[in-house]
């Protein structure tokens, strides 16, 4: 039994919330069964005592059973009324429960899935960058292998470091203890220059970009390079290879836009608002095959929402996803 509860969690709540229901029901029909009861008997021994004295009209008329017959319809109505309204709160609390407890075993599985994501995560670049030593520690290599090798490690530690930076933004900004450093930042070389820096990559995919020059912008600089950085980061790991990412940003209408365009799988309509909660990443076979931790999209909505911006996700035609941010200028 404990096992059967264990697989299914919500068993047993259906369970205790189909008793309340029916229970609440049955003690409502109790009550509703009690007044009638109570009516008929205090009417057949009024009537009693109605036949004992000679009286001129019919019982049914007198004012001893309309008083009576007025209670019983007043009561019932009681009856019927409060136990409807005290069904109907029992049904939005116990649908509040579920909906609570929904949420809280999502969270527990989204935060299982950060764990394994984590140590997968941190394991992978730390035994890179432990073989790239220990290789240099027991072999003679020449000019070129040192290069790659160095070239590896340091990519990897930029890997590591990126992670951690993630990790230790999520956890300030969700605090709230911002503490930003505001100053007017030039988005235009800033943007060009986190650009610059995914034009190798790994899957050898081409990074354009259209960016408006002179644009400036009271934001903190680490904040908004962290918000592109992981953009570009999440089109690139859901983009297969040789295809292409453009980055642009402009000035329209009194308001900064950022927007990031991939060619790859796309996100169904249904996922579109989900993909900024912390932990959370597209439920599908491709997604779980690429590595994350679900902290990178939380992190940019999460940061364009306080500086009370928008960010809006839309189908790039043919393929693809466009991640389109509005910052109020």
């Not at 109790?30 to 009638?36: H, R």
């Not at 799988?265 to 994350?292: H, L």
Request: proline content about 2%; charged content about 25%; some cysteine.
């Amino acid at each position: 039994m404990l096992k059967l509860f264990g697989k299914s969690p919500f068993l047993l709540f259906y369970i205790v919330f189909g008793y309340i229901i029916v229970f609440s029901l049955w003690w409502g029909y109790l009550l509703f069964s009690k007044n009638e009861q109570a009516f008929t008997e205090k009417m057949q021994l009024d009537r009693i005592n109605y036949q004992s004295t000679p009286n001129p009209i019919k019982y049914e008329e007198t004012q001893s059973y309309l008083q009576l017959l007025t209670k019983y319809k007043k009561d019932r109505i009681m009856v019927l009324s409060e136990g409807l309204f005290f069904l109907f709160l029992q049904i939005i609390g116990l649908i509040q429960v579920r909906r609570i407890f929904g949420k809280e075993i999502e969270l527990a599985i989204q935060q299982t899935n950060f764990l394994h994501s984590i140590t997968h995560e941190l394991k992978s670049p730390l035994s890179s960058v432990k073989l790239a030593l220990q290789t240099f520690q027991k072999r003679t290599l020449e000019p070129a292998q040192k290069e790659k090798l160095i070239n590896n490690a340091l990519s990897d530690v930029a890997r590591l470091e990126s992670l951690v930076e993630n990790i230790l933004f999520a956890a300030k900004i969700e605090r709230n203890t911002h503490g930003f450093a505001n100053e007017d930042v030039n988005l235009s070389d800033l943007v060009h220059s986190i650009a610059e820096k995914f034009e190798i990559n790994k899957k050898n995919i081409l990074i354009q970009s259209d960016i408006q020059e002179g644009i400036y912008y009271h934001i903190d600089q680490l904040g908004f390079t962290s918000v592109v950085m992981n953009l570009i980061e999440n089109a690139i790991k859901y983009s297969e290879a040789d295809t292409g990412i453009l980055i642009s940003l402009c000035s329209a209408d009194g308001t900064i836009i950022l927007t990031v365009k991939d060619e790859g799988s796309g996100i169904p309509d249904e996922y579109k608002k989900k993909v900024f909660e912390k932990f959370y990443r597209v439920g599908n076979e491709d997604t779980r095959k690429t590595k994350g931790t679900g902290l990178g999209l939380f992190i940019v909505g999460r940061f364009v929402e306080i500086y009370k911006g928008k960010i809006a996700v839309m189908d790039n035609i043919p393929k693809g996803s466009i991640f389109k941010i509005t910052l109020p200028k």
